[in-house]
């Protein structure tokens, strides 16, 4: 009997929590969000503004939304974040905003709307004292008619706003920016509308068999906010981006009997061989429509759209009938010290740069954005995945009670806003979310119905997280095997995150900014796969824009460093690698004999462009031409220069697409290299000895070592080399927090030498013009010998060969010279993953770094103010970026004083510098072994990062051989 009572409780307990929640099915008429009207007959005044300077207290008294001025309160701005700007909510109290306006007199008669892009995370608002409505959720936006609270003349507002509710537990949005998000965040506004007015209006359009005509499809929800019916008719025009008129066929008018209430109504248009809108041509319509209400004009409604339609065809997804890939980024809402309430036209300024960056896709991670950053996609040319403001939500904080307002609510709100955007091209119900059939099934029904027009996504760490219900799969984080183990998955798949940028191992990117280089090697690799399997959509790399924030307090909070362009919107190392890796035109110079003209093959990867829309520059020494190529989206042709491959000296190519900013570039430097003169070694040693130290000294340098140390100096007496040159063992290091925080440590260097040295021996072979020491010596790691020859020339080489005594994954071997302070230039020539590298990046092929530039030092997380200089001269203690991450693959490199004293390294291409300040020294490592580092989402979560291990073994040799020069200039 027990037993049998435990089964029963069991079945019940499951059934209750496999439920489906419900709904009051009428509160979906509560959506609201109305057109607004570009005329409204007998006003003149479209809007009241409300942003602005605002009264608020974070502990208001009561009832304060009855008072019609409030004494002693601080102001606020409006749209921002109370935390960042100075203000303390205790958590789970509600706020208090207020403030005063005017309302024209001509608004008399009509319907007053108060507009909210988005309050932070629960609100109730009075007008005059009379409670209007609230809303549950942070980002999307809300509507509240006000026409019976308001008044003539002055007005007052006030909103009661709490960051912690059940919405901000859904969307984990406080918790993921590390600070209460609490605020009106987005606009806030009133528009006055005719009594009948357009509740909604959208436009949806479908190709023809042949994809040339398309059905143009404007679905209007009326609402006739008067008691008794009148007669409406909806006059049309369509018009393109230059405002021309656009002839069509089927519906230029419709006339409907709109009764109290809602209504809705359809519209057909047909429209021969319209210009399609897809990320590389941006072709922009207007709908006109001018409403009339019993044959009085009464407004009119103004409708951007594109051409396009979206079709899933087994696993993959077609764009007016063209198969796509989708080189994308995730992007959250972020400003160093605004938080998530921005400004001005970053979001204009964010397309652009990730446009110029060869991205055709953002998601909207986690929540929907400001509506202005979908205008700037539609206009710019990018595809969008919107998502509903959910992260990490399950269904505990969820009841019956609360779940319209919570879930279904603003994902519907999210839709209603954004679907007659062409940028649009899914939605996304969820990030990382659980419960998806009882929280999410029927919101994502909810999603189709109100835009059949859109495959919808359920963005999870793997793709069974809908049960295969949604039309477009999903992975986070695959790692180097998806691509394959994806090529032939039954629906297509977008990894919505993959290779995540540096951001947690946070001691290693103190000490060497050159993992965000190498990071590049990763995704080039990553994304060749991606884009041969056919079943994989495409992916976002996360991020895209470095998530920290600036407390007014001096903390940096957040996630951190994990974008290609930080928060001030400079471009990291990454942005280049991205651009290069995403490139639609990949071009090879060819080998071929020298008389022959010099031939190019050239990849078109674009989806719908030819390149003959293009403009490729070739220059050639002095001479320049433009390339003229005919290639459909996908092929691959032959191009012929006009020159033999004789003649080619230094080859630069470039390659435009509607901007002055290069798709991209590409170089080839064939001419003659300048002949090595070697000089004859006429120099000699002078030998004494000072106590137990040996003292070597020629014209060129001066050499003592003993018990006392090593130290090299020039001709004139500096210093170059301060120590014994040091075996370095860098173990990998994944510490630091997943977050910043308010409690978050100053990370330090992290670049320890092999541990307990012990000299054992030192023996010295004395000569004229050279001399030679032997170190025999042991550490805790490793036991071997290293070898001095340093010739009275100036020339040195120091040799090693050490057996392993341990096993141990290391991210650098080598051996460490130690140099005084002045050494503070760094020159280099390298190898790299491009022929072209920007003039500013760390890992360009060749430059000059300086220790330290006039800027002001600056923790990991970057600047705390907008700087004035680029990424590669932020600095810590350890010395800029610039100077202080790895080279890879080095021919030439050297550290140099102002007196003009240098260092000199000599190699084939196979070693890797570094340098850094610590202890009043320059330490300079050349490895012979580099990898990418221990980010855990390259090697935890994914295995990206192992392809380039190289693992040491108990007995295994550890050798190498560095060429040095010390010069005076």
């Known amino acids: 009997m027990k037993k049998f009572s435990l089964l029963v409780a069991i079945l019940i307990c499951t059934l209750a929590v496999g439920a489906q929640l419900t709904f009051d099915r009428q509160k979906l008429e509560t959506i609201r969000w109305s057109p607004l009207p570009s005329e409204v007959m007998g006003i003149n005044k479209l809007q009241v503004e409300l942003n602005g300077n605002w009264h608020f207290n974070p502990s208001p008294e009561e009832s304060f939304w009855t008072k019609k001025t409030v004494a002693n309160w601080k102001t606020i701005e409006v749209p921002g974040e109370w935390v960042m700007q100075g203000f303390e909510v205790e958590a789970g109290q509600y706020a208090g905003y207020h403030r005063n306006f005017q309302l024209p007199e001509s608004w008399n008669g009509y319907r007053i709307k108060l507009k909210c892009e988005a309050v932070y995370s629960e609100c109730a608002v009075w007008v005059n004292g009379q409670k209007v409505g609230g809303h549950l959720g942070g980002f999307t936006p809300f509507e509240l008619d006000v026409t019976d609270a308001v008044k003539k003349g002055e007005n007052t507002i006030a909103l009661q706003v709490r960051s912690e509710s059940v919405a901000d537990t859904l969307s984990s949005g406080s918790q993921y920016a590390v600070h209460p998000l609490g605020g009106i965040s987005r606009p806030i506004y009133l528009v006055a509308l005719p009594e009948v007015n357009v509740a909604s209006f959208h436009v949806r359009t479908q190709f023809d068999e042949n994809y040339e005509d ?23 025009e369509l018009t393109d981006n230059l405002n021309q008129t656009v002839a069509y066929e089927g519906d230029n008018k419709l006339t409907v009997d709109a009764q109290e209430g809602r209504s809705t109504v359809t519209a057909k248009l047909n429209v021969k061989k319209p210009a399609q809108w897809d990320p590389e041509h941006p072709n922009l319509y207007h709908l006109h429509c001018v409403v009339l209400v019993d044959g009085k004009e009464t407004a009119t409604i103004v409708r951007r759209f594109g051409f396009k339609q979206t079709e899933v065809r087994g696993n993959q997804v077609f764009v007016n009938n063209r198969p796509i890939k989708l080189k994308g980024v995730c992007r959250h809402e972020v400003d160093p010290l605004r938080g998530r309430s921005l400004t001005g036209n970053t979001w204009y300024e964010d397309v652009k740069l990730f446009k110029e960056g060869n991205v055709n896709y953002i998601r909207t991670s986690h929540y929907p954005p400001n509506q202005k950053l979908l205008d700037a996609c539609d206009e710019l040319g990018m595809f969008v995945e919107v998502e509903g403001p959910f992260c990490w939500a399950g269904k505990k904080p969820v009841n019956n009670s609360n779940y319209f307002e919570a879930i279904v609510q603003p994902i519907l709100e999210m839709v209603e806003l954004n679907k007659s955007h062409p940028s649009v091209l899914h939605w996304s119900i969820a990030n990382e979310s659980y419960d998806f059939n009882e929280l999410f099934k029927e919101a994502a029904d909810l999603v189709k119905e109100a835009d059949p027009s859109r495959p919808r996504i359920f963005s999870q760490y793997g793709p069974d997280g809908d049960g295969e219900y949604l039309e477009l799969a999903n992975h986070h984080y695959p790692g180097p095997g998806g691509p394959d183990k994806y090529k032939n998955h039954k629906r297509p798949i977008t990894f919505d995150e993959y290779v995540h940028l540096n951001a947690y191992n946070r001691f290693e990117l103190m000490t060497d900014p050159g993992v965000r280089d190498f990071w590049g090697d990763i995704l080039y690799h990553m994304w060749e796969k991606m884009y041969a399997a056919k079943g994989v959509l495409g992916g976002a790399l996360w991020a895209g824009i470095d998530d920290t924030f600036f407390l007014p307090s001096g903390h940096a909070v957040g996630y951190g460093t994990w974008g290609p362009v930080d928060g001030w919107r400079r471009p990291k190392p990454e942005y280049w690698h991205m651009k290069k890796i995403y490139s639609p035109v990949k071009i090879k110079l060819e080998n071929g004999q020298g008389d022959e003209s010099v031939k ?10 030819n390149l003959k829309e293009c403009r490729i520059v070739w220059t050639n020494n002095d001479e320049q031409g433009i390339l003229a190529v005919d290639a459909e989206p996908g ?13 080619i000296g230094k080859l630069a190519i470039s390659v435009y697409k509607d901007s002055e900013v290069a798709v991209d570039e590409y170089a080839y430097d064939l001419s003659m ?5 070697l000089a004859k070694n006429d120099d000699r040693f002078k030998w004494s000895q000072k106590g137990d130290q040996q003292i070597a000294v020629s014209k060129k340098l001066k050499v003592e070592f003993g018990p006392e140390g090593f130290h090299v100096s020039d001709s004139k007496g500096h210093e170059v080399l301060s120590d014994w040159p040091v075996l370095m063992l860098v173990s990998a290091n994944n ?37 030679k020491i032997i170190l025999t010596e042991g550490y805790d790691e490793a036991t071997g010998t290293m070898e001095i020859n340093i010739q009275a020339d100036g020339n040195m080489n120091v040799s090693y060969d050490y057996t392993m005594l ?20 760094l020159s280099w020539e390298k190898k790299g993953l491009w022929s072209v590298y920007p003039e500013d990046h760390i890992g360009r092929l060749e430059g000059e770094a300086k220790l330290f530039y006039n800027d002001e030092r600056c923790g990991l997380a970057g600047p705390s103010k907008q700087p004035s200089w680029a990424y590669h001269q932020d600095q810590t203690a350890y010395g800029s970026n610039d100077f202080r991450s790895t080279k890879r693959n080095v021919f030439h490199a050297s550290l140099s004083t102002e007196e003009e004293s240098t260092l000199e390294l000599k190699s084939d291409g196979s070693q890797h510098i570094r340098s850094w300040l610590e202890n009043g020294n320059i330490h300079w490592l050349v490895a012979g072994y580099d990898n990418p580092g221990s980010e855990r989402f390259l090697r935890g979560f994914s295995s990206h990062a192992r392809l380039y291990d190289i693992p040491l073994t108990r007995g295994q ?7 040095l020069t010390i010069t005076e200039e």
Do not use: C
């Open 214 to 236: 398309a059905d143009l499809l404007a679905e209007f929800t009326l609402s006739n906010e008067t008691a008794q019916s009148h007669e409406v008719t909806l006059n049309f």
């Open 600 to 609: 190019l093959t050239i990849e078109n990867r674009y989806f719908f462009s």
């Open 635 to 647: 092929a691959t042709v032959e191009a012929i220069l006009p020159f033999s491959n004789d003649e």
């Open 673 to 677: 290299p300048k002949a090595e003169t």
């Open 735 to 771: 510490k630091g927090d997943t977050q910043m925080t308010k409690e978050t440590p100053d990370y330090t260097l992290y670049s320890p030498t092999a541990s307990n040295r012990s000299i054992r021996s030192v023996e010295l072979e004395k000569g004229e013009t050279q001399l």
């Open 806 to 825: 341990k096993n141990e994954n290391f991210r650098q071997w080598g051996v460490a010279l130690s140099l005084p302070e002045t050494f503070n230039t």
């Open 957 to 963: 040799k550890l050798s190498g051989q560095i060429k």
